[in-house]
């Protein structure tokens, strides 16, 4: 009875995400040729989600971008 109980729990946690996003805090850097730490700066407000690009700290070139879905109704702005 007990190992039947501990199957269905395992498959039950083995169903649910790990995580819910992640962050980057290295990216390689092409300008520094390494991985550097990076910063997360809103660059475009999107229908599907706010669109976000990841700059080196040393040199503030372009290491990447990501696209975070937005959960909430699309807003009008006027």
Same mark, same amino acid.
């Given at each position: 009875? $007990? =190992?039947?109980?501990?199957?269905?729990?395992?498959?039950?946690? $083995? =169903?649910?995400?790990?995580?819910?996003?992640?962050e980057a805090s290295l990216l390689y850097c092409p300008r520094c040729r390494q991985a550097m730490p990076v910063r997360k700066k809103l660059l475009l407000i999107l229908p599907e989600g706010n669109k976000f690009e990841y700059l080196c700290t040393a040199c503030s070139s372009t290491c990447g971008d990501?696209?975070?879905?937005?959960d909430q109704k699309p807003r009008i702005l006027m």
């Open positions: 009875m $007990a =190992k039947c109980f501990l199957r269905k729990e395992a498959a039950r946690v $083995a =169903k649910q995400p790990s995580f819910q996003q992640l990501k696209i975070e879905s937005d």
